[in-house]
């Protein structure tokens, strides 16, 4: 079996592995985000001599995931000093002559789930992270969605909840989906982190009543058949069935399929690869990059 | 070349034509749509001895689009007496020994302008139609999105105008983006029809807040190439620019892409095959059923 490298880019450290097709991890280590040239001459060491035979990176973005474009393979506009358009892919390339496969660490994670976890069997899912932001990736007809670029599904819009007096701390826009939902909006509306809010702390039924709008608008809209939420808020297990409920509130009966009527709590579930999850969906690019050539 | 055939099954009236796999239309007609019964003979009379290779059947909904599914092939829980539960594709397989491919009207829509039409050369694109509903399909990576079922994007949910009174018309969500935005709402809220409005008249504007909120969550998810925008509604060129402003206003810089800062007018745009976009939808259905045999 070949042995794969799997990059999990973020924007506070970077988690580098050395893995297997079947998903397994042999190896990982992982360093804080200084640098393109600190961080990278770390990535580059630590893959030296390991053979492997194609790399795969998960990134923090906005990044070029458009093969064929001029800027493929850069991170682009981030606001992270030095990082603004570095050639990620080709500094990579530049060292190991194998198959690259570069995306958002949240379609990694989407295809690492639907390879070897919580959406394994179906050929399209979607992978929700609500951690310091929000957002996500999406398997349609097996394989990851592209377009224009890649998706930016944290940043929707969302009604306000009645009640919430907070305006949310989207940059852009404000109370925004990321705004409203992302961990930070928790602390800056109750005072305190949400890790520290009992579970029957109300502030679960509004970040509920968030996180179930924009499921409705990505199940309108991509008719996945799994859907996986991920990242520090989800970790508060309460909050699945406070969605499950509220989505169906707001469907109303429109969806008339058993997923979403009948087995809701199967169809809307945390990932299956847990805190692998990340640097999984990097394997997971890295052996798509392998089937590729 | 071979012969196709194109059914667009509407719920007011079926159009049946006969065309190429360069998208011309040999031969069409209509009839109103009655008891399966009737209109399916209709269907089967037009077709029989034309030596078509293949079918495709864009059709109103909602159906059950997914191969291998057990209710593939029908229409399902339409409120249209007579049609919920109708096995369409099972009533022309009985008659017709050829490949049959069977979508939502706007997933063959959407087929047909990226074939084509508007999004020719592209590998993704977002049809949307606004007329006495509103719905959507989109192609990613060059092919028609489905999962569950196939989408209903017309039913996102949309903030609302502050200065709209009307509470919307949808009977499952009230005041989605349907039940605020699709030709009757106008009526229903303005008192005349549409049409009978002056394109400077504030409905336009209005009309435009709520497609642009539309196309911000569908950008942010899909990241479409393309977006095309049909239908009676947008047959109001006015609304155009307006729409264009609007989305700008709403996205304020976060997707920094030509496409979207520089050159809008080009992205979102009318169909190409204006009134036959549902025929040639339809066509290139039966394209897609030739090539998969």
Redesign the interface.
């Known amino acids: 079996m070949s042995i794969l490298g799997a990059i999990e880019a973020g924007g506070t450290k970077f988690v580098c592995g050395i893995g297997k097709e079947d998903g397994t991890v042999l190896e990982r280590v992982s360093f804080p985000t200084a640098t393109p040239e600190e961080t990278m001459a770390q990535v580059v060491s630590f893959f030296q001599n390991k053979g492997v035979e194609a790399i795969g990176v998960g990134s923090f973005g906005?990044i070029d995931p458009v093969k064929g474009s001029p800027t493929y393979g850069r991170i682009?506009?981030t606001p992270k000093p030095h990082w603004s358009n570095f050639d990620i892919v080709g500094h990579l390339g530049s060292h190991f002559q194998v198959p690259i496969e570069f995306d958002t660490d949240v379609n990694g994670a989407a295809l690492g789930e639907y390879t070897w976890g919580a959406a394994k069997g179906f050929?399209?899912c979607l992978y929700i992270t609500v951690g310091t932001g929000v957002g996500a990736g999406?398997v349609?007809?097996g394989?990851l969605?592209?377009?224009?670029?890649?998706?930016?599904?944290?940043?929707?819009?969302?009604?306000?909840h009645p009640e919430d007096k907070f305006e949310g701390f989207c940059p852009?826009?404000g109370d925004c989906l990321e705004g409203v939902a992302a961990g930070p909006s928790l602390s800056k509306r109750w005072g305190v982190p949400g890790a520290d809010l009992t579970p029957d702390h109300p502030a679960w039924e509004m970040e509920a009543y968030y996180l179930a709008?924009a499921l409705?608008?990505?199940?309108?809209?991509?008719?996945?058949?799994k859907i996986v939420m991920g990242g520090g808020v989800m970790k508060q297990l309460q909050l699945f069935p406070l969605i499950h409920a509220k989505l169906q509130e707001?469907?109303?009966?429109?969806?008339?399929?058993p997923?979403?009527s009948e087995q809701i709590a199967d169809y809307i579930v945390p990932p299956q690869l847990g805190d692998n999850a990340g640097l999984c969906g990097a394997l997971a690019l890295a052996k798509k990059a392998l089937a590729a050539g």
């Open positions: 906005p682009t506009t050929d399209s999406a349609v007809g394989e969605v592209h377009g224009l670029s890649h998706p930016e599904m944290g940043h929707i819009l969302v009604r306000r852009y826009h709008q409705m608008n990505y199940i309108l809209i991509l008719s996945p058949q707001l469907l109303n009966g429109y969806v008339q399929l997923a979403i």
